[in-house]
T-cell receptor, first 113, second 115 residues
C-alpha cells in the first residue's frame, strides 16, 4: 500500500490564483481530513469527511473548499489564494472517525506571493 | 469546546537525560481520545499512542511512557535516556466522544537532544 499520498510536494502561487491540492489513500479509510501547519500553532483542522459525499468544516475552513466523490480521494481547493494561506498542508485518513489512528501524508508546502 | 495546551514551546536536553513533555486538555465530554504524534525534522507525522478516557493506566513502550491523569486533565509524555534521534516536534491531540470526527492538535513542543 502507498498509504496517504499528496501532490504536489511544493507549490508557489501568486495572490488570486487558484489551485487544488490532491490527496489520495489506498487503505479504504472512511475518514479523511485536511490540516494546515503554521509555526507555533500546531496543526489546525480545515475540513474533514466521514465518507464519500459527506464533508464538514473544521477550525479554519475559510478560503478552502473540499469534495469527496470517492472513498480514495479528498482534494482541497483554494479558489483565490492569499498570502495568509502560505503553510504546510497535511492530509490524513483513518479507518473510522477521529477516535482511530490517523495516517498522515507527507505534506504539501505552499507559498503564496 | 475542546482545547489542547502544550505550554513548553521548546526543550533542550543533553543525551541520556530524561525529559517530560506536558499536555493539558479541555473537554466537556466524558468520552474522548488522546493522542501523541512525533514530527521529526524530515517533516512526516508519526503516530505514537492513543488513549481513551476510560483507561487511566499508564503505558510504557521502550523508552517512552505516558501518564494520563483525568483529575488534572493531563496526558504527559516522558522519554527516558533521551537520544539524538528523539529530536523532533511532539504534538498532543484530542478528539471528543460527541464529535469523533474532529481531532484537535496542541501547538507542539520542539525537543532538541544535544549529544
Amino acid at each position: 500500500n502507498a498509504g496517504v499520498t499528496q501532490t504536489p510536494k511544493f507549490q508557489v502561487l501568486k495572490t488570486g490564483q487558484s489551485m487544488t491540492l490532491q490527496c489520495a489513500q489506498d487503505m479504504n479509510h472512511e475518514y479523511m481530513s485536511w490540516y494546515r501547519q503554521d509555526p507555533g500553532m500546531g496543526l489546525r483542522l480545515i475540513h474533514y469527511s466521514v465518507g464519500a459525499g459527506i464533508t464538514d468544516q473544521g477550525e479554519v475552513p475559510n478560503g478552502y473548499n473540499v469534495s469527496r466523490s470517492t472513498t480514495e480521494d479528498f482534494p482541497l481547493r483554494l479558489l483565490s489564494a492569499a498570502p495568509s494561506q502560505t503553510s504546510v498542508y497535511f492530509c490524513a485518513s483513518s479507518q473510522t472517525q477521529g477516535s482511530a489512528t490517523q495516517y498522515f501524508g507527507p505534506g504539501t508546502r505552499l507559498l503564496v506571493l | 469546546a475542546q482545547k489542547v495546551t502544550q505550554a513548553q514551546t521548546e526543550i533542550s536536553v543533553v543525551e541520556k537525560e530524561d525529559v517530560t513533555l506536558d499536555c493539558v486538555y479541555e473537554t466537556r465530554d466524558t468520552t474522548y481520545y488522546l493522542f501523541w504524534y512525533k514530527q521529526p525534522p524530515s517533516g512526516e507525522l508519526v503516530f505514537l499512542i492513543r488513549r481513551n478516557s476510560f483507561d487511566e493506566q499508564n503505558e510504557i513502550s521502550g523508552r517512552y511512557s505516558w501518564n494520563f491523569q483525568k483529575s488534572t486533565s493531563s496526558f504527559n509524555f516522558t522519554i527516558t535516556a533521551s537520544q539524538v534521534v528523539d529530536s523532533a516536534v511532539y504534538f498532543c491531540a484530542l478528539s471528543e466522544g460527541g464529535s469523533y470526527d474532529k481531532v484537535i492538535f496542541g501547538p507542539g513542543t520542539s525537543l532538541s537532544v544535544i549529544p
